[in-house]
């Protein structure tokens, strides 16, 4: 099954009501699917209240979580905020939840940073808290890290049997939870350093891409024609010296320029350049949910428009 494109920003710079407000637009009129929001300490505005305010101001733009980190919320009170940010929007809340990566978040806060191991392990029982709170009726839960009582989600997600939910990742445990359990499959790059380096661009390559699909065909089964591929592009720019481009940031990823060129985390080159790199990314991978930066959505409204919906 091919599936058809579509396009989301990620915005989370703080602004003014107003100017967040006429940013969601904005991005709704030139075509974009969604408007996603990242969750971390820094200069980013808080995700499920930016995007609260983004709902009201549009009327069909989705609103993506990219990710919230399962260690900053207990997911019984996660899945309040998402059912309730999902009614009010009639039904436009794509849930993006993680394990947590970055290491100031944790640093900063004074909340322990377990193992990968454990911060997947602990992803794994929220999402199956997080899909029992969604459910109708009360259920019990008894994991190793949370434990519920009769409890009766509510209010009720206008999306059934509840919001798409979205995990992404870079490694294959990450993956491999994503293919069993999430509607909306991200690649990323590993980010199991803490911190985006040259680390992180040997397992943004084409081979490595490839390897990462393989994970989740592996572990997705017969499931696998019902996940919807994403990818977040880091690096992205309508361009004639996307060979320049690709020499000055490819010694900070640690890889080649012709390795960075060809990595789905990044789209440099004309129009019509990238418009042919996108068609081969979901012919050889699948990817037709794709995430750009927000300082490249108005010059590549000409690329979302030719290929939303193809």
């Given at each position: 099954?091919?599936?058809?494109?579509?396009?989301s920003?990620?915005a989370?710079?703080?602004?003014?009501?107003a100017?967040?407000?006429?940013?969601?637009?904005?991005a709704?009129?030139?075509?974009?699917?969604?408007?996603?929001?990242?969750?971390?300490?820094?200069t980013?505005?808080?995700?499920l209240?930016?995007?609260?305010?983004?709902?009201?101001?549009?009327?069909?733009?989705?609103?993506?979580?990219?990710?919230?980190?399962?260690?900053?919320?207990?997911?019984?009170?996660?899945?309040?905020?998402?059912a309730?940010?999902?009614?009010?929007?009639?039904?436009?809340?794509?849930?993006?939840?993680?394990?947590?990566?970055?290491?100031?978040?944790?640093?900063?806060?004074?909340?322990?940073?377990?193992?990968?191991?454990?911060?997947?392990?602990?992803?794994?029982?929220?999402?199956?808290?997080?899909?029992?709170?969604f459910?109708?009726?009360?259920?019990?839960?008894d994991?190793?890290?949370?434990t519920?009582?009769?409890?009766?989600?509510?209010?009720?997600?206008?999306?059934?049997?509840?919001?798409?939910?979205?995990?992404?990742?870079?490694?294959?445990?990450?993956?491999?939870?994503?293919?069993?359990?999430?509607?909306?499959?991200?690649?990323?790059?590993?980010?199991?350093?803490?911190?985006?380096?040259?680390?992180?661009g040997?397992?943004?390559?084409?081979?490595?891409?490839?390897?990462?699909?393989?994970?989740?065909?592996?572990?997705?089964?017969?499931?696998?024609?019902?996940?919807?591929?994403?990818?977040?592009?880091?690096?992205?720019?309508?361009?004639d010296?996307?060979?320049?481009?690709?020499d000055?940031?490819?010694?900070?990823?640690?890889?080649?320029?012709?390795?960075?060129?060809?990595?789905?985390?990044?789209?440099v080159?004309?129009?019509?350049?990238?418009?042919e790199?996108?068609?081969?990314?979901?012919?050889?991978?699948?990817?037709?949910?794709?995430?750009?930066?927000?300082?490249?959505?108005?010059?590549?409204?000409?690329?979302?428009?030719?290929?939303?919906?193809?």
């Amino acid at each position: 099954m091919t599936r058809p494109f579509r396009f989301s920003i990620q915005a989370s710079v703080p602004r003014p009501a107003a100017e967040w407000r006429e940013l969601g637009r904005r991005a709704e009129d030139l075509g974009y699917s969604a408007l996603s929001v990242s969750d971390h300490l820094d200069t980013e505005m808080a995700p499920l209240i930016a995007l609260a305010v983004t709902a009201e101001a549009t009327r069909n733009l989705r609103l993506t979580t990219l990710v919230l980190s399962n260690d900053f919320r207990h997911p019984a009170f996660l899945a309040k905020q998402a059912a309730t940010l999902d009614l009010l929007s009639d039904g436009r809340l794509e849930l993006g939840v993680g394990a947590g990566w970055k290491t100031s978040d944790y640093e900063q806060s004074g909340i322990p940073l377990d193992r990968p191991g454990i911060r997947i392990e602990r992803l794994t029982e929220a999402i199956t808290v997080l899909k029992g709170c969604f459910a109708d009726g009360p259920f019990d839960f008894d994991g190793e890290h949370y434990t519920i009582r009769g409890l009766d989600g509510q209010p009720a997600c206008v999306q059934r049997p509840h919001p798409p939910i979205l995990l992404a990742g870079g490694g294959r445990r990450m993956l491999t939870l994503a293919a069993h359990q999430a509607d909306i499959v991200g690649l990323n790059a590993s980010l199991h350093a803490g911190v985006i380096d040259h680390n992180a661009g040997p397992s943004a390559t084409t081979d490595a891409t490839d390897q990462k699909m393989e994970w989740i065909r592996e572990a997705a089964g017969d499931r696998f024609n019902q996940i919807e591929l994403q990818t977040r592009v880091h690096v992205s720019s309508i361009t004639d010296d996307h060979e320049g481009i690709a020499d000055l940031m490819a010694p900070a990823l640690g890889i080649s320029p012709e390795e960075a060129l060809a990595s789905p985390h990044v789209l440099v080159g004309s129009e019509g350049q990238c418009v042919e790199t996108l068609l081969a990314w979901r012919e050889r991978w699948g990817l037709t949910y794709i995430g750009l930066n927000e300082d490249s959505m108005v010059e590549f409204g000409p690329v979302v428009e030719a290929l939303t919906g193809v």
